[in-house]
T-cell receptor
Framework: DGGITQSPKYLFRKEGQNVTLSCEQNLNHDAMYWYRQDPGQGLRLIYYSQIVNDFQKGDIAEGYSVSREKKESFPLTVTSAQKNPTAFYLC????????????FGPGTRLTVT | AQTVTQSQPEMSVQEAETVTLSCTYDTSESDYYLFWYKQPPSRQMILVIRQEAYKQQNATENRFSVNFQKAAKSFSLKISDSQLGDAAMYFCAYRLYFGNEKLTFGTGTRLTIIP
């Protein structure tokens, strides 16, 4: 089955620790995205990548980092510099170009205490 | 910058009835896409319907249809014959037709279906 996997579903970390969220897709999509979702807010774009070895900052990139070494994988690292990291994180992918919608993974709930 | 506004944080509808969710957006562009996404309790985002701004005809997908008013920058979602499985958060989203595929989301409307 083609799709996007995010692991783990729930993640707990202590304040001051970096943590990496996994996102893998087997849809052969070129573009991948990371969104953050907070209660009462819509999804906000953290980073996106339209091609391997290239990525751009989204609206709320501070305190986050990404890499795109393989087409299938787009891991997100939440660093200790992120002031309020507790949130629900969604990964998405799409074919670049006109009209292609984004497909979303099941998400990871990160709790930092 | 583009913004998307959903002014109804919560809505409820009787099963089998019709409900309309509102969305307005602000953009200076003329070519763009609009989407409605559904997020059920599982939190998986699911595309419900898509509208291209250059098309005057309103998009329809089974029980879901939109009322796209480009001049008014309004994009409402109508759900007919509401079913229990329609209960979810619904997000309106915008993206440019050209350029990067960044989606800008509204804050969502929580839809409750009353049996």
């Amino acid at each position: 089955d083609g799709g996007i996997t995010q692991s783990p579903k729930y993640l707990f970390r202590k304040e001051g620790q970096n943590v990496t969220l996994s996102c893998e897709q087997n849809l052969n999509h070129d573009a991948m995205y990371w969104y953050r979702q907070d209660p009462g807010q819509g999804l906000r774009l953290i980073y996106y990548s339209q091609i391997v070895n290239d990525f751009q900052k989204g609206d709320i990139a501070e305190g986050y980092s990404v890499s795109r070494e393989k087409k299938e994988s787009f891991p997100l690292t939440v660093t200790s510099a992120q002031k309020n990291p507790t949130a629900f994180y969604l990964c998405a992918s799409s074919m670049p170009g006109l009209g292609y919608e984004q497909y979303f993974g099941p998400g990871t709930r990160l709790t930092v205490t | 910058a583009q913004t998307v506004t959903q002014s109804q944080p919560e809505m409820s509808v009787q099963e089998a009835e019709t409900v309309t969710l509102s969305c307005t957006y602000d953009t200076s562009e003329s070519d763009y896409y609009l989407f409605w996404y559904k997020q059920p309790p599982s939190r998986q985002m699911i595309l419900v319907i898509r509208q291209e701004a250059y098309k005057q005809q309103n998009a329809t997908e089974n029980r879901f249809s939109v009322n796209f008013q480009k001049a008014a920058k309004s994009f409402s979602l109508k759900i007919s014959d509401s079913q229990l499985g329609d209960a979810a958060m619904y997000f309106c989203a915008y993206r440019l037709y050209f350029g990067n595929e960044k989606l800008t989301f509204g804050t969502g409307t929580r839809l409750t279906i009353i049996p």
